[in-house]
């Protein structure tokens, strides 16, 4: 058995596991049109088969706004999925549905305000789509070339720093984004954890952001990279194809263990 083997069991045998998911490039594979983006079948069918063990939660953690995420999840209001949106700001729990914290009226203005402004300033760059999102807003440049990729970074840059300095930026795959609120991946997982009483976490993701989460992992958790990149994470898997195949051994030694 190999120590990638060795992990993968003592993850698939814990009490009680919380696989958290990241969206695009680990279950779905990165698209141009961002509203586009679904799970390959593969994913869905090992997704839905995990979901339906025992002392085993599911969860999709993205940077996606909850309705956003909702729909290129294709998430039912029965679906078994927890969601956490827009890095950890919105969650959707099963059998309740929606929850999140009240914002600041001063907040939205500031950040219908700021949408409206960088989607006016780039509405002649080709290939720039503006994402409004509940905390604030990004800047897809996917099919942009790079002289108008950067161009459109600069002045969202340029109007967020005078406007909203605190505001957290993130930067992923052809995306630039800045929000109000502050939680990460990290914080969603320990949330997360602790609600559900996990004793042990598969996280997975593709994307710098999902560093935050994959450096928060303890020893008993298994943290995979999707991709290549430097990554903190304990697995590194070349596509979501190879990732698939991780879950399938994670369900394949977890329904022998429970049963």
Known sequence: MTAADATIEAVATTDTLLIALDFDGTLSPLV???????MTPGARAVVDELAALPRTVVALVSGRSLGHLREIS?????????LAGSHGAQYWVPGSGFEASADDSADLALRDRLQQKVLEGTADMSGVWIEP????????????????AAAARALADRLVAAEAPAWRRRTGH????????????????????????????LFAGDDVTDEDALRSLGDADLGVHVGGGETAATLRVD????FVAVLDAVARLRRAHIS
């Open 32 to 38: 141009d049109e961002p509203m586009s983006a679904r």
């Open 239 to 242: 596509d979501i194809d190879a």
């Open 133 to 148: 999102k509940e905390y604030g807003l990004g800047v897809h440049t996917r099919t942009a070339d790079a002289e108008t």
């Open 74 to 82: 294709e998430h039912g209001d029965d679906s078994p999925l927890w």
């Open 174 to 201: 052809d995306i630039l984004e800045f929000s109000f609120r502050h939680e990460g991946k990290d914080s969603a997982i320990a949330r997360l954890r602790e609600r559900l009483g996990a004793t042990a976490v």
